[in-house]
């Protein structure tokens, strides 16, 4: 069963990345520009973030099994419209399609892991689960890249085979599991709670281009505190709520949510910002750069793998400090990236990056999921797969943002890439190292954010469960 889960998790976290390497290709390849292009992630990332609180009902309603199954055959043949689009717009409508059943799998594969295998074995089990969510994004690029360079379709028909075995894996191996719930959904609580994660994740998607202070940002943060907070009141008054918002009051929960968060902010500026130096700045291919990283995002699955073996011995707390640190020393160093950094520079310091986010992930995660009793699993999951998509988009979306601004503070043109500069040195520099020195402090933010998770690995001990 771990088989099936691992590659069930894998394939939806390699469609979630598959394209952000290419997306160039497909601005040539359709002859389009990029503010229509990057909704080819923007639609999937909407779709991901808009479905995920409904994921506990969708499992209590269908079932575990039936859910599982649905979605893989759903994923794939997404996959394979997709592959048949005929323009940029309806690429667009399939991906987002696809992103709803990403979305899905997800959380369920997280909540299938806890609520069918022995208490004893959750952390081994998360461990090879969190190692899924790690090759994806390795393996990713460099595929998606050699791919394209024969023909687009092939990214989307690569999955295939994949999502075939594991249907006929989970259709054989994956428990038969009841629906536990005939309640029909509370429509009122689903349109708040959509409204607001889309105003929400259209907020962070937008931040750059909008301004932090603009009115149309300020009009989705309006909306989106409005009906967030609908949702929150009507889900505590409700006795069968789409997310079990009173998981809250579990302080072990709590603590792990907000660790993960922020190791998931932290993360984003390596994922987003790296490969955007190597590109911009030193102009390697997308290829190049998948097979640069490619190493250090495999060492972080090592590194999950020891967390895991050590994690009853030395406990969640002393696994997540440790991991910490090393992600803040490596950030660090990232803070004083040169132009002429060398490729052993950047492939060691994001080694140790992905080195400390593999050895805190995987504990922080199990901390909080092991404190929540099995019949809120599913909720658990969702509400996980929520906070770190919205987690992820406020990551881009604010570090981008403080990017652009940076860059205009040190005299420089925001938006004006250095691989675009013009050829005289002169004007070369002059967009090059406000460039650089906006990168630096986009680090030394980072850094910033990763050292909260310090305090909070503190709460982390240890604790009898709870009810919730």
Same mark, same amino acid.
Not at 39 to 48: D, Q
């Given at each position: 069963m771990m088989a099936t889960l691992f590659l069930g998790s894998f394939l939806s976290i390699y469609h979630v990345v598959s394209l952000n390497a290419v997306l160039?290709?497909?601005?040539?390849i359709f002859d389009t520009d990029l503010s229509t292009a990057q /909704?080819?992630?923007?639609?999937?990332?909407?779709? +991901?973030g808009m479905v995920a609180p409904v994921c506990a009902y969708l499992e209590e309603r269908f079932g575990t099994r039936r859910l599982f199954l649905s979605c893989i055959?759903?994923?794939?043949?997404?996959?394979?419209?997709?592959?048949? @689009? /005929?323009?940029?717009?309806?690429?667009?409508?399939?991906?987002?399609?696809?992103?709803?059943?990403?979305?899905?799998?997800?959380?369920?594969?997280?909540?299938?892991?806890?609520? +069918?295998?022995?208490?004893?074995?959750?952390?081994?089990?998360?461990?090879?689960?969190?190692?899924?969510?790690?090759?994806?994004?390795?393996?990713?690029?460099t595929i998606s890249g050699w791919l394209q360079q024969s023909d687009w379709r092939l990214?989307?028909?690569?999955?295939?085979?994949?999502?075939?075995?594991? /249907?006929?894996?989970?259709?054989?191996? *994956?428990?038969? @599991?009841k @629906?536990? #719930?005939?309640?029909?959904?509370?429509?009122?609580?689903l349109s708040y709670v959509m409204t607001g994660t889309l105003a929400v994740l259209t907020l962070f998607s937008k931040m750059n281009r909008w301004g932090l202070l603009s009115l149309s940002s300020l009009l989705c943060a309006a909306v989106s505190l409005l009906f967030i907070t609908l949702f929150i009141r009507r889900s505590l008054k409700s006795e069968h709520p789409l997310l079990q918002l009173r998981l809250f009051a579990n302080r072990m929960f709590t603590s792990s949510l907000a660790a993960s968060l922020i190791l998931i902010v932290g993360l984003y500026s390596g994922i987003y910002f790296i490969p955007l130096f190597l590109q911009q700045v030193q102009g390697m291919t997308p290829l190049h750069v998948g097979l640069l990283l490619l190493p250090p995002a495999l060492s972080m699955t090592l590194a999950t793998m020891i967390s895991t073996r050590y994690y009853k011995k030395l406990g969640p707390s002393t696994l997540l400090i440790t991991g910490t640190i090393l992600l803040m020393v490596a950030t660090w160093q990232f803070s004083r990236l040169q132009p002429a950094s060398g490729h052993g520079f950047v492939m060691l310091w994001m080694a140790v990056r992905y080195v400390g986010i593999? *050895?805190?992930?995987?504990? @922080?995660?199990?901390?909080?999921?092991? &404190?929540?009793?099995?019949?809120? #699993?599913?909720? &658990? #999951?969702?509400?996980i797969n929520w906070i770190r998509q919205a987690g992820g988009a406020l990551a881009i979306g604010l570090f981008t943002a403080f990017f652009y601004s940076r860059i205009s503070a040190y005299g420089g043109q925001a938006g004006v890439s250095p691989s675009a500069a013009a050829v005289d040195a002169s004007s070369q520099l002059n967009i090059l190292m406000p460039y650089m020195k906006g990168l630096n402090d986009v680090f030394l933010l980072a850094l910033l954010f990763t050292s909260l998770s310090v305090p909070l690995a503190l709460l982390l001990r240890k604790r009898k469960r709870t009810a919730l």
């Open positions: 160039p290709g497909f601005i040539t /909704w080819l992630m923007t639609g999937f990332t909407l779709a +991901t055959v759903m994923l794939t043949l997404c996959s394979i419209i997709c592959s048949f @689009a /005929w323009n940029i717009y309806s690429l667009i409508v399939f991906r987002t399609l696809q992103g709803i059943f990403c979305g899905i799998l997800q959380p369920l594969t997280l909540s299938i892991l806890y609520g +069918t295998l022995p208490r004893e074995q959750h952390s081994t089990a998360l461990g090879w689960w969190t190692a899924s969510t790690i090759l994806g994004p390795a393996l990713a690029p990214i989307f028909w690569a999955t295939v085979p994949i999502g075939l075995v594991v /249907w006929r894996m989970g259709f054989a191996c *994956l428990p038969a @599991a @629906a536990r #719930s005939t309640e029909r959904p509370d429509l009122l609580s593999g *050895l805190s992930m995987t504990p @922080a995660m199990n901390a909080g999921m092991s &404190a929540v009793s099995q019949q809120f #699993s599913s909720h &658990a #999951s969702a509400l």
